[in-house]
């Protein structure tokens, strides 16, 4: 079984900055992309930032040239760090990762629960 699990959100002023982390754990054998993604109050949930395993990064506009998404291979984790946050970056914040476990020789989907990210104006 494969667990992801988001932390780092919170609530902070119109300019400021917040850095999430998402923690891999469970019977992996590697990952692949990275994703994160984030879901305001009655919208969809939408694209922020995706990295593959090697680094290649992709950025949604909106956050462009405001946040970076990393990862550490070694500890299974991706990170978004977010600066210049704005009163529309409010949303539920989630991890997803394509991980292939021990027993399984296909890349997989999944999920963290969440973290809430607020800005206030």
């Known amino acids: 079984h494969v667990q992801l699990v988001e932390s780092g959100g919170g609530l902070v002023q119109s300019g400021g900055s917040l850095r999430l982390s998402c923690a891999a754990s469970?019977?992996?054998?590697?990952?692949?992309?990275m994703r994160w993604y984030r879901q305001a109050p009655g919208k969809k949930r939408d694209f922020v930032a995706f990295?593959?395993?090697?680094?290649?990064?992709v950025y949604a506009d909106s956050v462009k040239g405001r946040f970076t998404i990393s990862r550490d291979n070694a500890k299974s984790m991706v990170y978004l760090q977010m600066n210049s946050l704005k009163p529309e970056d409010t949303a539920v914040y989630y991890c997803n990762a394509e991980v292939r476990s021990v027993s399984n020789r296909s890349y997989v989907g999944y999920w963290g629960q969440g973290t809430q990210v607020t800005v206030s104006s």
């Open positions: 990295i593959t395993s090697n680094g290649v990064t």
């Open positions: 469970g019977n992996i054998f590697s990952i692949d992309a």
